[in-house]
């Protein structure tokens, strides 16, 4: 029996030298969900004047330090237009929230804490502390400064901050491309009124949606059947496409029709790894092909989904210049769990969260790797260590949540 690498080993292979991609700058719009590549100073100062907060009226907090007070409104300041005149001692302007405080006063009397007389003065009712309800100029961020850090995902607190400090337009990492080719004799698309030997290429449309959900671009090379030149072929074509990932689904195996590993070599990959201490994704394959990085999943489609996360996903993170994450948790299991063999397990199973906080984590009886019903079922995988002991009702594990 050849000996296996480890998962943490395969894991910092995939990872080495690996550069972020260059970076693109894109309309606001469009920048949710994507990586800022250098970081975003205010070009502009917020609030950009002293601004009220409040609907009332613009006073001398120094008139309306004691009761009783009566002033003299000379005008109005809705927000957007500022009153160009002074509010002079004994003078106040109506405001609403959002203006510019006048030249002169400094603070603002609540509209429910004032009446107007007959004769049309404005009455005081309660006492005005200095600054009240007045937001200075630059309490939230000052021209200049950096308030999101390169390396940040824009999601929509900063998209908020990105707007306010007046960008139109950021510098984001560009999106990695991923080339994806499927391959089997078998496999058919979803949809089609295929004989029942025939298998529905559903890997793709996982792969698709985390390389998507990471701020990716997928390329769907389609289908392949089991035919060396016509996977030759399509591995070409995610050369042509500027792939900066190639993932094959299927063929990394040692069956008489699983040439992914033979292929890739014959069109210039360097073989990084074949076979990791994991189940599942044991025949896992990684290359390098000129500046394309290869993963060659297995084709069982938990299989292919567990290596993409374990994997694609971090190559991804690293490609968009995000720094590696732990995303393992401990938890309790729920069920009892069998000694491990020489092979990291990556056990599907419920996730529950307890009002105590503690989380359980429950293995599903079956645990074949192809099938999808229990892997969209799972709240999580647990991740049992080579060689583990068996583990009792309670015992802690590790736990990576599925997304
Ligand atoms: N003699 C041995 N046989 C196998 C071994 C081994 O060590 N010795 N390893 C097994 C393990 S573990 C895995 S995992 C599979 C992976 O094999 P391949 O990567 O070569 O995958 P295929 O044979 O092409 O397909 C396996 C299975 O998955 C289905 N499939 C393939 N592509 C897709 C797709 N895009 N969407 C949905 N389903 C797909 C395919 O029809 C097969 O049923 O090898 C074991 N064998
Ligand atoms: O690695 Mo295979 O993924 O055990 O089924």
Redesign the pocket.
């Known amino acids: 029996m050849s000996a296996l690498l480890p998962v943490a080993e395969a894991l910092a292979r995939v990872l080495a030298d690996v550069e972020p991609v260059e970076s693109d700058t894109v309309s606001l719009a469009e920048a949710f969900g994507r990586v800022l590549a250098t970081p975003l100073a205010a070009k502009r100062t917020q609030p950009p004047f002293d601004v009220s907060a409040m609907d009332g009226y613009a006073v001398r907090a120094a008139d309306v330090a004691t009761l009783p007070a009566e002033l003299a409104v000379i005008g109005a300041a809705p927000a957007g237009h500022a009153f160009a005149g002074r509010v002079e001692a004994g003078q106040a302007v109506r405001i609403f929230t959002g203006a510019a405080l006048p030249e002169g006063a400094d603070s603002i009397l609540l509209q429910e804490d004032a009446s107007i007389a007959e004769d049309g003065a404005l009455v005081a009712k309660e006492v005005v502390r200095p600054r009240q309800h007045v937001r200075a100029r630059g309490l939230d961020f000052v021209e200049g400064r950096v308030m999101v850090d390169a390396g940040t995902r824009l999601g929509m607190r900063q998209m908020t901050l990105a707007a306010a400090m007046n960008h139109a337009a950021v510098p984001v990492r560009r999106e990695p491309r991923v080339a994806i080719i499927?391959?089997?004799d078998?496999?058919v698309p979803p949809g089609a009124d295929a004989p029942p030997d025939r298998?529905?290429?559903?890997?793709?449309f996982g792969i698709e949606a985390l390389v998507r959900s990471l701020g990716g671009l997928p390329i769907d090379l389609g289908?392949v059947p089991d035919d060396r030149s016509a996977f030759a072929a399509a591995v070409d074509r995610a050369v042509l496409e500027g792939a900066d990932i190639l993932v094959t689904?299927?063929?990394?195996?040692?069956?008489d029709?699983?040439f992914?590993q033979e292929v890739l070599a014959s069109r210039g990959m360097t073989l990084g790894f074949w076979k990791i201490a994991m189940?599942?994704?044991?025949?896992l394959i990684f290359g390098r092909l000129g500046p394309m990085r290869v993963l060659?999943?297995?084709?069982?489609?938990v299989?292919?989904l567990v290596c993409a996360l374990l994997f694609l996903r971090p190559l991804i993170e690293a490609l968009l210049g995000l720094p590696p994450i732990d995303r393992t948790e401990t938890a309790e299991l729920g069920a009892p769990m069998q000694a491990n063999d020489r092979r990291q397990d990556y056990v599907r199973a419920t996730l529950s969260e307890e009002p105590d906080g503690r989380r359980i984590a429950t293995a599903f009886a079956r645990q074949d790797?192809?099938m999808l019903s229990t892997f969209a079922e799972a709240g999580c995988l647990i991740i049992r260590e080579p060689f583990a002991p068996p583990a009792a009702i309670g015992a802690a594990c590790r736990i990576l949540r599925l997304p």
């Open positions: 499927a391959t089997g078998e496999l298998i529905v290429a559903s890997n793709t289908i689904l299927g063929g990394a195996s040692v069956g029709h699983d992914a189940r599942p994704g044991k025949p060659g999943l297995p084709g069982n489609p299989s292919s790797s192809s």
